[in-house]
């Protein structure tokens, strides 16, 4: 009965920070829109950055609790869990094509930053020195690439770019700040709750924090990725589905990786090191399928090849 109550509370934690996160945006767009920012600024920050709210919530939360495993493998499983699942699931769907910028400049910045959580994770694997982990001023390095490449995709941001039609729920400032609140408090209260929750059932279950973070806090984590992109190729806006995807796991290790390593730092253990070679190997896969390929969409065949390499993975994982 207890490894169920753990369970309950770690889909709990997952089904309230995703809820936080939805309103906190409609909350938030609906302030920018009454300040007269653009929906197209809004839809490449506040929306795009919402979608990454359970994360951040989950990784703020391991990093004070010291739960480091959960924190890297969340964003790991979040992130194979985004390209072979989401983008698999899109293109099976519908044939993405990919836009050009994305191509250009979000898909490699994508497979830079899974190689440098590699790289810096493995100090004493690559060059006999250090520690296998990532530290706080490997985190402040991970925040100054995520400031650039904001930087240079503002700089280069053309009208046609982004969700310049974003729906934007239009309120009252009193409502909207209400809605605010109430999201962070249930990005708070579910962070927490996965938290606790995923470090009581992987002991139950017993198993590792970095398997639970890996197979069911990560891809539980990417729902609002899942639904944004689902949404995005539903209404015919498939180029949306993979910048979705691409920018979230840019924001997941960059942002949300090097905060967490700044709180706290964070070892990388050896059964960590596998998933960081599927992070690495699915960012390739993307690159290869879209920026070396002559036919840049994400065709049918491509999206059924990588839920079948998630299949492949999932059972690898848990045998």
Not at 259 to 281: C, D, F, K, Q
Not at 301 to 317: E, N, Q, R, T, W
């Amino acid at each position: 009965m207890s490894i169920l109550l753990d369970l309950l509370m770690l889909i709990g934690g997952i089904v309230i920070a995703v809820a936080g996160a939805n309103i906190l945006v409609d909350g938030a767009s609906s302030i920018a829109h009454k300040l007269k920012v653009s929906s197209l600024i809004i839809g490449m920050t506040v929306v795009a950055f919402g979608t990454s709210m359970p994360e951040f919530a989950v990784n703020v939360f391991s990093s004070i609790h010291k739960n480091t495993g959960l924190a890297i493998s969340n964003i790991l499983g979040s992130n194979i869990f985004n390209i072979l699942v989401i983008l698999g699931i899109a293109a099976v769907i519908k044939a993405l094509p990919v836009h050009r910028n994305t191509i250009s400049r979000d898909i490699p910045m994508n497979l830079l930053a899974a190689i440098l959580v590699g790289v810096v994770g493995n100090k004493l694997l690559i060059n006999g020195i250090g520690e296998s982990a990532i530290f706080p001023t490997d985190g402040i390095v991970f925040l100054s690439l995520f400031a650039i490449f904001l930087y240079y995709t503002f700089y280069h941001l053309k009208p046609d770019e982004g969700d310049g039609d974003a729906h934007i729920k239009k309120m009252s400032a009193v409502k909207a700040v209400i809605l605010i609140l109430l999201g962070l408090g249930g990005l708070i209260a579910g962070g927490e709750l996965i938290v606790r929750g995923a470090g009581d059932f992987a002991r139950s279950a017993g198993m590792s924090d970095h398997l639970v973070g890996l197979l069911i806090v990560g891809p539980g984590t990417s729902i609002p990725e899942l639904l944004t992109s689902l949404i995005a190729v539903r209404k015919g806006k498939v180029d949306l589905a993979v910048g979705n995807v691409v920018g979230s796991n840019i924001f997941n290790i960059f942002f949300i990786l090097g905060l967490s390593s700044v709180i706290y730092p964070l070892p990388l253990h050896t059964e960590l090191n596998i998933a960081v070679m599927i992070t690495i190997g699915a960012s390739l896969l993307l690159f290869i399928f879209t920026f070396v390929s002559r036919n840049s969409h994400l065709t049918r065949k491509k999206g059924i090849f990588f839920i079948l390499l998630y299949l492949a993975y999932i059972i690898y994982m848990i045998s």
